[in-house]
């Protein structure tokens, strides 16, 4: 824009100059003779691209075009402030969001490790209250809390030489729905009982 500003200023610069040689060479002469001289000159310099306008059409043009310019600036700086508050208002999301995926990392991770120290605890707590064999033929007293799952219990009983696998035992309670009938409390077994003898004992009070 500025560059065509520039051009047509050019233009208007050197019009003028046309126009004060005219006036001086021809201007003595005869008016009929100087205004055909002039419309000669306007075609000419029209015939090179060029075009001559009055004052007042100047200064109108160029008053326009500055106020387009200005229009045109004021709607791409508000664009560019819109633009820059979206993008603001983004990331603020997008770092309370990862804000809030981070505490709820956080808080799983800690309801984890609570569940694992309270299984630890647990195991503990049975391992603390398991009688201490005096010999092979002496039974066993197995005690079965809250929430216990058959996988733990069976660890249990392949530990005191109940039974010999503890992931078939288990297998076999949860294939013969015993494993949704263990009782809570304590069980006594003796060694030598088989899956099914075992089984029943721990479903029934």
Known sequence: MKHTLRA???????????????????GYGN????EDTTEELIEKI????LRV??????????????EK?????????SDEEDAKESKEEKEKANDDKAD??????????????????????KKE??????????????????????????SYISDILEEEGLIDDAASFNKYLIDNDYS????????????GLSEYEIAERLTSN
């Open 69 to 77: 310019n200005d229009d045109e600036t004021d709607v791409a700086e």
């Open 125 to 150: 707590k049975q391992k603390d209250e398991k009688p201490k064999k005096k010999d092979k033929n002496s039974p066993v007293v197995i005690t079965v809390e809250p929430g216990m799952a058959t």
């Open 180 to 191: 949704l009938r263990v009782q809570m409390g304590k069980h006594e077994l003796e060694r």
């Open 46 to 49: 029209e015939e090179k691209g």
């Open 8 to 26: 047509f200023s050019v233009g208007l610069i050197t019009t003028g100059l046309i126009l004060l040689a005219v006036f001086y060479l021809f």
């Open 31 to 34: 008016e009929s003779a100087a």
């Open 100 to 121: 809030g995926d981070k505490a709820a990392k956080e808080d799983k991770e800690k309801d984890k490790n609570k569940e694992k120290a309270a299984d630890d605890k």
């Open 53 to 66: 306008i009055s004052e007042e059409d100047y200064i109108s043009f160029t008053l326009g075009n500055k």
